[in-house]
């Protein structure tokens, strides 16, 4: 099981599962719940980088189809998929009860754009962001995407990747990947890779990558 870090996040992480699909948290959250089997490596290919630590955490995991398949990419790891529909949670925990069993995945109802809430600081070397938030970022302001993209690169391991995905059009991927340095004794993200094919997806990335430059 994928450890909660305190008495009073086992709390809140109450509160997220009592939520429903339509609780309004001020925040834009999209309704999209499309994946498939496949996605990940359709996605980022080659460009999958290699895992710092031992775990990994899909954000806005759904049904889980990305979590498990993230598990054979990464065999070694212990993958943590997280959603704020929580009826989505209780879905991947029944299809993959052996694969919990095992110790190598684990569902979470919890808020993508607060993982530190629930998760250690730097305790992931990958975080997968493929649904919600590039549907939603050209409708945030640039302090809200600052915040949101600084609330996840807490819980991510110096030289670990944050993998920001939207879906793929036609067979032509779009996506951006963020590295975390904490060398020089803050965090900063430095765009690793990035392929961006279509022109509709082109604005919601260009906000991203300007928040992410100044995050800090």
Do not use: W
Not at 169 to 176: A, E, H, I, R, S
């Amino acid at each position: 099981m994928t450890a909660i870090k305190s008495v009073s996040q086992r709390a809140k992480l109450k509160f997220y599962q009592s939520v429903s699909r339509t609780i309004d948290l001020s925040l834009p959250y999209h309704g999209n719940t499309h994946t498939y089997i496949g996605r990940v490596n359709e996605t980022f290919g080659y460009d999958l980088p290699h895992l710092v630590g031992r775990e990994v955490l899909d954000i806005g995991c759904s049904r889980g189809l990305t979590t498990r398949e993230l598990s054979k990419i990464y065999p070694n790891a212990r993958i943590t998929g997280i959603d704020i529909d929580h009826e989505f949670i209780r879905e991947s925990r029944k299809r993959y009860t052996a694969e919990i069993e095992q110790g190598v995945i684990d569902f979470v109802t919890a808020d993508g754009y607060f993982p530190g809430d629930v998760f250690e600081r730097e305790q992931f070397g990958l975080v997968f962001m493929m649904n919600n938030f590039c549907f939603t970022a050209h409708n945030m302001g640039d302090s809200t995407l600052r915040s949101i993209l600084g609330n996840v690169a807490e819980v991510v391991s110096d030289q670990g990747h944050i993998l920001v995905a939207h879906t793929n059009t036609g067979g032509l991927v779009n996506y951006v990947i963020f590295k975390i340095n904490r060398a020089s004794g803050r965090c900063t993200l430095t765009e690793h890779r990035r392929e961006i094919n279509n022109i509709h997806t082109e604005e919601s990335f260009r906000v991203i990558q300007e928040a992410a430059r100044m995050v800090a």
